[in-house]
């Protein structure tokens, strides 16, 4: 069910992505010299994104599992879906900018010059490195990350998140020069919606109402974890 959720949020969210990193995709340098070649080029752009949420996704799993381990399972996967209701009625722009690009944080010209270097390794990279860039639907994906309580889990679900955006935000860096900046701009408009309905979901599985697939009897694995230290 996790997958699921992960890969229909991505899906959902790469409304908010192309208007926040389109451009970047569209920037990307051609690379090869076949068709074939410049598509894997940008395939591995978005694998290199898909990465870095993995990783993040593994660490903030990590942290649910503590959550988890403390007795406190419903009430993560309630909170989470609070918080994700919250970013889609607030904007998220003001936290985007608190943090920052961290890009900025790399010294002298190392973007730029990954641009430059026009190879696939270079693509890989800048993929690692946009896979950092704060974004308001990355938070939706990285919360949802945390209410699956484990780090396999966690990393699983971020990565699911990511190919949710990817046909998407594959097309942009191929045909992105197409898509005007008034249909952005209603895409983004959209997303606040689906964060709310996505976070709802979360709500309702926190609420352990028995409810096959939506809100199913949550395990105690914690409670067994824990007669298992105290033997």
């Given at each position: 069910?996790?997958?699921?959720?992960?890969?229909?949020?991505?899906?959902?969210?790469?409304?908010?992505?192309?208007?926040?990193?389109?451009?970047?995709?569209?920037?990307?340098?051609?690379?090869?010299?076949t068709n074939g070649e410049k598509i894997f080029g940008r395939v591995l752009y978005n694998f290199g994104r898909l990465f870095t949420y993995s990783l993040l996704g593994f660490l903030l799993g990590s942290f649910g599992w503590g959550l988890k381990l403390a007795g406190i399972?419903?009430?993560?996967?309630?909170?989470?879906?609070?918080?994700?209701?919250?970013?889609?009625?607030?904007?998220?722009?003001?936290?985007?900018?608190?943090?920052?690009?961290?890009?900025?944080?790399?010294?002298?010209?190392?973007?730029?010059?990954?641009?430059?270097?026009?190879?696939?390794?270079?693509?890989?990279?800048?993929?690692?490195?946009?896979?950092?860039?704060?974004?308001?639907?990355?938070?939706?994906?990285?919360?949802?990350?945390?209410?699956?309580?484990?780090?396999?889990?966690?990393?699983?679900?971020?990565?699911?998140?990511?190919?949710?955006?990817?046909?998407?935000?594959?097309?942009?860096?191929?045909?992105?020069?197409?898509?005007?900046?008034?249909?952005?701009?209603?895409?983004?408009?959209?997303?606040?919606?689906?964060?709310?309905?996505?976070?709802?979901?979360?709500?309702?599985?926190?609420?352990?109402?028995?409810?096959?697939?939506?809100?199913?009897?949550?395990?105690?694995?914690?409670?067994?974890?824990?007669?298992?230290?105290?033997?």
């Amino acid at each position: 069910m996790f997958v699921q959720i992960a890969f229909l949020t991505g899906l959902l969210g790469s409304m908010h992505c192309m208007g926040m990193c389109g451009p970047i995709a569209m920037a990307l340098p051609v690379v090869g010299h076949t068709n074939g070649e410049k598509i894997f080029g940008r395939v591995l752009y978005n694998f290199g994104r898909l990465f870095t949420y993995s990783l993040l996704g593994f660490l903030l799993g990590s942290f649910g599992w503590g959550l988890k381990l403390a007795g406190i399972q419903q009430g993560v996967s309630i909170t989470a879906g609070g918080l994700i209701v919250l970013t889609g009625i607030f904007s998220t722009a003001w936290l985007e900018k608190k943090i920052g690009n961290p890009f900025s944080l790399l010294r002298g010209n190392v973007i730029q010059k990954l641009f430059q270097l026009r190879s696939m390794r270079a693509l890989f990279l800048i993929g690692l490195l946009n896979g950092l860039l704060p974004c308001g639907f990355v938070y939706v994906g990285l919360i949802g990350s945390v209410a699956t309580q484990s780090a396999l889990q966690g990393s699983l679900f971020m990565f699911f998140f990511g190919l949710g955006t990817f046909p998407l935000m594959f097309g942009v860096s191929i045909f992105g020069q197409f898509v005007s900046v008034k249909t952005r701009g209603i895409f983004r408009k959209l997303t606040p919606v689906f964060a709310i309905l996505i976070g709802c979901i979360f709500i309702l599985r926190g609420m352990n109402l028995g409810i096959p697939y939506l809100s199913p009897k949550l395990s105690s694995d914690h409670k067994h974890v824990k007669n298992c230290h105290r033997k």
